[in-house]
Antibody, heavy 124, light 106 residues
Framework: QVQLQESGPGLGKPSETLSLTCTVS?????????WGWIRQPPGKGLEWIGS???????YYNPSLKSRVTISVDTSKNQFSLKLTSVTAADTAVYYC?????????????????WGKGTTVTVSS | SYELTQPPSVSVSPGQTASITCSGD??????ASWYQQKPGQSPVLVIY???KRPSGIPERFSGSNSGNTATLAISETQAMDEADYYC?????????FGGGTKLTVL
């Protein structure tokens, strides 16, 4: 059964770069699928950050694109998130997820396996 | 940018059917998915491709999508169904989530 686990510092300072890693178990990233990051500020809804294919192609949320980089390390079976110039507004639970995508009369794209999430607080 | 709109809250009596809507421009021209999130837990996929249920999701959960509205229906609602529900769609190269609906089972 595929499992995802987020890791990274739980606390950061304004203007710094946030770095998180998602480790995938029981499935080889290089075999396929998109892999993505989603966040949830305290008491608010879900916000998609971006996704990466095992080959390295990426899609980003336009509202975060200038600050986000998602990369994949197939040798470690991990993918990572870097978010630059963080502010208090970036305080959230950050989830990684496996994303199904394809075409079946229409294009589909959804997250079928999620990590447990990691809390990141940005504060001076 | 594409937006999905959900009612902030829906209430239902135990045993009745709860319906949660998700509205977006020409939403029926793409597939909608639905996620259930209980407090302190990760989201769980309950409906994908408008109306398909992942393994392990009860048949009480169903979905539809036409025109500008996707709907998640939960029949014979139980206390354990009380949660936040999020719709999600794909707009060209962007994943979009609705704002979420808190389902209360009274």
């Amino acid at each position: 059964q595929v499992q995802l686990q987020e890791s990274g510092p739980g606390l950061g300072k304004p203007s710094e770069t946030l770095s998180l890693t998602c480790t995938v178990s029981a499935y080889s990233i290089s075999s396929g699928y998109y892999w993505g990051w989603i966040r949830q500020p305290p008491g608010k809804g879900l916000e998609w950050i971006g996704s990466i294919y095992h080959s390295g192609s990426t899609y980003y949320n336009p509202s975060l694109k200038s600050r986000v980089t998602i990369s994949v390390d197939t040798s470690k079976n991990q993918f990572s998130l870097k978010l630059t110039s963080v502010t208090a507004a970036d305080t959230a639970v950050y989830y990684c997820a496996r994303q199904q995508s394809g075409y079946d009369s229409l294009y589909y794209y959804y997250m079928d396996v999620w990590g447990k999430g990691t809390t990141v607080t940005v504060s001076s | 940018s594409y937006e999905l709109t959900q009612p902030p809250s829906v209430s239902v009596s135990p045993g009745q059917t709860a319906s949660i809507t998700c509205s977006g421009d020409k939403l029926g021209d793409t597939y909608a998915s639905w996620y259930q999130q209980k407090p302190g837990q990760s989201p769980v996929l309950v409906i994908y491709q408008d109306s398909k249920r992942p393994s392990g999701i009860p048949e009480r959960f169903s979905g539809s999508n036409s025109g500008n509205t996707a709907t998640l229906a939960i029949s014979e609602t139980q206390a354990m169904d009380e949660a936040d529900y999020y719709c999600q769609a794909w707009d060209s190269t962007t994943v979009v989530f609705g704002g979420g609906t808190k389902l209360t089972v009274l």
